[in-house]
C-alpha cells in the first residue's frame, strides 16, 4: 500500500510537470526552458521507473530464496551458495540482484530433480 501511495505521489509530480510544459508552450517560452523541464521529467520518470523496478525484483528474488531453503534443509549441494545468498540479500546491488534470481531459478530446477528422486 505504501509503495502505491509513492508511486502515485511520483507520478502526480510527473503530470504536473507535463502540465507545466503544455503551458510553457502556449506561452511560447524559450525552447531551452522547455528542454530543461523535459530532461526534469526524464529523470524523475527513470527513477519512478528504477524504484519500482528495484523493488519487484528484491520482492522476487525474496520469494525465491525462501523457496530454495524450503527445498534445501541445508544438506543439498547448493545448501552453501544458498547461505551465501541469503546473507548477501539485504545489501546487494539492484543489478546483482536479477542475475541471482536466475541462478535461483536453476539452483530450484536441481533441487526439484533431487526432490523427485
Known sequence: MEDSKKLKKQLH???GQIDGIERMINEERDAEEIYTQFKAIEGNFQKTIHEILADNLRKNLAL???KVVNACPGNCPDAEK??????????MEIKKVASIISEMDRIEERLNQLNKK
Request: avoid cysteine; glycine fraction near 0%; proline fraction near 6%.
Open 82 to 91: 544458498i547461505k551465501l545468498v541469503q546473507k548477501e540479500f539485504p545489501k
Open 13 to 15: 509530480v510527473i503530470k
Open 64 to 66: 525465491k530464496i525462501v
